[in-house]
């Protein structure tokens, strides 16, 4: 495929923004992305966002006229894009398509959500809403539920071990220590994810990604306007997105995503690059397992050795492939509509080396962006 | 733009499907559309979905994958578009654009609700989050209202008479009795509209759209696809799409939708068209007042005008421009997230000659989704 610039990036502080309404972060967001880019309001010709749950979390679907709005840049044409914790990666690719289409040059990229105005046991609810709502949801089960399956399954079969569970959260904790804008600042060990509070049987708190509001935003452009605004863009060179199951006991396989791996073949396809080539990834751990599965499906290790390879400090920063130097989902937090974008923007941050004490050497970058429980994936390849 | 072509369309009956679950609706008019086509699952490369509120209706987000899934059309990517009521359109847009950035070549673009399933009163609570739910839906403003206001405004403004209102539903009701698909199949006449109750004044039970189950599908090629499965296909030339204030009380004036506008103008110049060359339009008559400000605002009417045309039968088949066919949102129904797909339906079966008792003569036509009270409007220009 041509390639997309990415001439702007901004994020919002991840958290508990109780003092922060939904329009408040996105417009704080596209704020400091516009900005970044250089360009102003008038410049944009597009406005993406990706939402998970507005009609749930804050009793608002049509979410993407209010933020145009509240954002100055009406009229232009404003699309809210939703696969659940998907919602942020599919907008990307939606703007990225855009672009190639040629309708559009400059489009704001967005994502946002805000998640803690509910009650825990409403959030759970409408998280569960992204799984099967008929057999999944409707018997209770829920998201821990469900990677609790994949994890109990992928230790039976290839051995890894509740520890390297555990050492990725431990890694992310550490990443996110470098991240200002994440939502955790605290180290951790193995030994307290393992004396956390069991919450889906082999999974703990600490395994699981927290309930987080946040926005975060990039400026796409075709590679030609980008010249107007910046030297030294990052450039999206592939995209892949793929479906599958929405729910688990559908599928062939509960510890291969099939999804993540359908889209990264795609992405690494239209990029012309190969897994080997990827030098930075950001990849969805809602759960610790979530970033094995991921790390496996993507090629980045070989099926079966998520565990073994992050135990041996492969996925570090300084190993051979660090991956989620922002802290993840786990420890950077986890708006669900926002991650996908996010992940993006760390991805960006690397790869012009303005990462700061979490800075790798990177030419290569890949974020991964999984929606339920691998129902949807959504992959793109970035390179400076 | 380079033109898109239409190579196959699928309706489900709109109404009240009790029996009928959302996933069936949707492959229910996706498989018809597929036939229509002439095609086959594997020839799809994407699938999007409009859908308002499946998290609410149905307690499922997420619905993209749902969909690829019951209709075995994984691992394509599967992607939903939200815009309120608009969400069809959008829909219809976005799949255009993945054809026209050269990722996909046939893509099915679908529009579902499923909003008989919740008690009135919160089916109400769920379209109200259309609205600014801060501002509106928060202090007790439903649809109904929004429109009521407007309706009063453009009587006040322009002299505009509570029976010509009333003439914009006898027309609808009379050309749905030729649509097998329509929810209602009944004859109703201005002083059945008039007596009918009260619902927020000037408007009245038979001034809205009734609450709709239901499902449309088309099918989307590049040029060079469609002709292998297609001698007559009909082609997408023009697309326009635009934001505006969410709350009615910020816009500049409540009798002339300027999102209407926007992507009217965008639009017809994407396609090299004038309003005065479009031969039959489905318009977004969610309230009776809602066709009148879509014809004014589409440059099909004079400002101001738009009652007197319909008075003078102008709109109705046989007139200077047919307007709603199909029976538009009021007769037909308006499942919401389906109806910007089942608009295109319409005016594609009306381009192909096959609209039965309803058939118009038309070569161009042009279909209008709006979201909310005009926070988001979309416009196709289809021609044959």
Known sequence: MKRVAVIGVGLTKFGELWDASFSQLFVEAGTRAINDAGIDGTDVDALYVG???????????????????????????????????????????????????????????????????????????????????????????????????????????????REQLAMVAVKNHENALHNPYAQFHVRITVEQVLGSPLVADPLRLLDCSPITDGAACVVLASEERAKEFTDSPVFITGSGQASSSIALHSRESITFVDATYNAGQEAYARAGRSPAEVQVAEVHDAFTIGEILAIEGLGLVERGEGGRATEEGETAIGGRIPVNTSGGLKAKGHPVGATGVAQVVEVVLQLRGEAGKRQVDADVGLAHNVGGSGGTAVVHILER
């Not at 749930?56 to 049509?62: G, L």
């Not at 979410?63 to 942020?88: F, H, K, M, N, Q």
């Open 51 to 161: 939402n998970m749950s507005g009609g749930r979390f804050i009793d608002q679907e049509h979410i993407s006229c209010l933020i145009a709005d509240y954002a100055g840049l009406t009229p232009i044409p404003a699309t809210r894009v939703e696969a659940a914790c998907a919602s942020g990666g599919l907008a990307i690719r939606q703007g990225v398509m855009a672009i190639l289409s040629g309708m559009h040059e400059v489009v704001v990229v967005g994502g946002v959500e805000k998640m803690t105005d509910l009650s825990t046991e409403r959030t759970t609810q409408t998280l569960a809403t992204a799984s099967d709502s008929e057999w999944e949801a409707f018997m209770g089960m829920t998201f821990p539920g469900l990677y609790a399956m994949m994890a109990r399954r992928h230790m039976h079969e290839y051995g890894t071990t």
